[in-house]
């Protein structure tokens, strides 16, 4: 099953661009579940902030009783703002208060998975290997996907091994597609485990030292989102969920892309 959405739902950007002008915020996920007919959304706001319970609640009770989440790890766990690397230990106050922030959506059955995005500073080597399987045992037995910004993980001659070490380490994995730039990896479709994810954040040409304004405003042609189908059809017979989810925000074009590929998909099933 190939399901498409975005990265985040509420943006005061997408009034009028998204959301009607009336449409208070709090309503927005119900029309984005509703009127809008997506069946789960990825969670960025707890990047920044730990969820409360009562926004937790609040989500599940204006969504249908099927809508689930992906939910972005804190970034005091993927540390993408340290300068400390190579990253060593977990920070476990951290992990604790995350993990008691999205009890609700786990005990309701809510939580597709965890999703961890690691900085271009994250780079493949044996201490960042052991920081991934602390960090997969202080998640417990939540799924957990792994999206990598820095392109030795996923080097022709040694993305077999960085596949194997998820599989072997219950690990997931995030193929990004991202800015064309020699820092940054190329898109390298796979699915590690039972949930194949797409993350789309633009093809931007400056993607270091871009402010998030521009990084993110990027609106997927038609043949660009066709180019992601082959791609989506083949993760899809690998895993039990397929996910595309746009992280190119601004101004509603995340949306837009998200529908229009949602549209896509349809209509080649109908050819």
Same mark, same amino acid.
């Given at each position: 099953?190939?399901e498409?959405?975005?990265? $985040?739902?509420? /943006? !005061?950007?997408?009034? #009028?661009?998204v959301y009607?002008?009336?449409?208070?915020?709090?309503d927005?996920?119900?029309?984005?579940?509703r009127?809008?007919? /997506?069946?789960?959304?990825?969670?960025?706001?707890?990047?920044?902030?730990f969820?409360?319970?009562?926004?937790?609640?609040?989500?599940m009770?204006n969504?249908?009783?099927?809508?689930? /989440?992906?939910i972005?790890l804190n970034?005091?766990?993927?540390?993408n703002?340290?300068?400390d690397?190579?990253?060593?230990?977990?920070?476990a106050?951290?992990a604790?208060?995350?993990?008691?922030?999205?009890?609700?959506?786990?005990q309701?059955?809510?939580?597709?998975?965890?999703?961890a995005?690691?900085?271009?500073? /994250?780079?493949?080597?044996?201490?960042?290997?052991?920081?991934?399987i602390?960090?997969?045992?202080?998640?417990?037995?939540?799924?957990?996907?792994i999206?990598?910004?820095?392109?030795?993980?996923? !080097?022709p001659?040694?993305?077999?091994?960085?596949?194997?070490?998820?599989?072997r380490?219950?690990? $997931?994995?995030?193929?990004?597609?991202?800015s064309?730039?020699? $820092?940054?990896?190329p898109?390298?479709? =796979?699915?590690?485990?039972d949930t194949?994810?797409?993350?789309?954040?633009?093809?931007p040409? !400056?993607?270091?030292?871009? $402010?998030?304004?521009?990084?993110y405003?990027?609106?997927? =042609?038609?043949?660009?989102?066709?180019?992601?189908?082959?791609?989506l059809?083949s993760?899809?017979?690998?895993?039990?969920?397929?996910?595309?989810?746009?992280?190119?925000?601004h101004?509603?074009l995340?949306?837009?892309?998200?529908?229009r590929? #949602?549209?896509?998909?349809?209509?080649?099933?109908?050819i």
């Open positions: 099953m190939i498409t959405t975005t990265s $985040g739902f509420s /943006f !005061k950007d997408w009034k #009028r661009t009607p002008e009336n449409l208070k915020p709090s927005y996920l119900a029309y984005f579940n009127e809008l007919g /997506f069946r789960l959304v990825e969670i960025n706001s707890t990047y920044y902030n969820l409360s319970h009562k926004t937790a609640y609040s989500w009770k969504t249908d009783d099927d809508f689930k /989440f992906v972005k970034r005091g766990l993927t540390q703002e340290s300068r690397y190579p990253l060593k230990e977990i920070n106050a951290v604790a208060d995350f993990m008691n922030s999205i009890e609700p959506i786990v309701e059955g809510r939580l597709i998975a965890l999703l995005q690691f900085c271009p500073m /994250f780079t493949r080597n044996r201490a960042h290997g052991e920081y991934l602390k960090l997969r045992e202080s998640m417990g037995d939540l799924p957990l996907l999206e990598f910004r820095h392109p030795s993980w996923l !080097k001659d040694k993305r077999d091994e960085t596949f194997a070490f998820l599989a380490h219950n690990l $997931g994995y995030v193929t990004a597609d991202l064309d730039n020699p $820092g940054l990896p898109i390298t479709p =796979n699915v590690v485990g194949g994810y797409l993350r789309l954040h633009g093809r040409e !400056k993607w270091f030292g871009a $402010g998030m304004a521009q990084r405003n990027y609106n997927y =042609n038609d043949s660009e989102l066709k180019s992601f189908i082959p791609v059809r993760m899809d017979k690998i895993g039990k969920l397929t996910i595309a989810a746009f992280n190119n925000c101004g509603g995340a949306m837009h892309n998200a529908l590929l #949602r549209g896509l998909l349809a209509e080649e099933e109908n």
